[in-house]
């Protein structure tokens, strides 16, 4: 079992940074991948930026450049997962969810077996 809880987002205006936090905790919680997700108002869920403990990454194409995924270890059955945005644009403008899950395919394709309650960002120009 894997929980996850988020923090960090808020209101910004165009071009503006904000860091989103993801506390994942539980035992083997380093087994999973975790991925930051997004869902804007009437639009489907979509992956943003995911990361698995070999260090690799994945992102989605709009956001290359502008946001930055890590994980931070902070003791055996915790980590933080991070996302670092940049840039920001309107569109960017979502509830962002923490997932996790041991597989990486199912996590990305957005079937993960743990997933946080989410934060909302919002951009505003």
């Known amino acids: 079992q894997v929980q996850l809880v988020e923090s960090g987002g808020g209101s910004v205006q165009v071009g503006g940074s904000l860091r989103l936090s993801c506390v994942a905790s539980g035992y083997n919680v380093y087994d999973h991948c975790v991925s930051w997700f997004r869902q804007a108002p009437g639009k489907e869920r979509e992956g943003v930026a995911g990361i698995c403990g070999d260090g690799t990454t994945n992102y989605l194409d709009s956001v290359i450049g502008r946001f930055t995924v890590s994980n931070v270890s902070k003791d055996n059955a915790k980590m933080i997962l991070y996302l670092h945005m940049v840039s920001l644009k309107p569109e960017d403008t979502a509830m962002y969810y923490c997932?996790?899950?041991?597989?990486?395919?199912?996590?990305?394709?957005?079937?993960?077996?743990?997933w946080g309650q989410g934060t909302q960002v919002t951009v505003s120009s």
């Open positions: 997932a996790a899950d041991k597989n990486w395919l199912r996590l990305w394709g957005g079937n993960g077996a743990y």
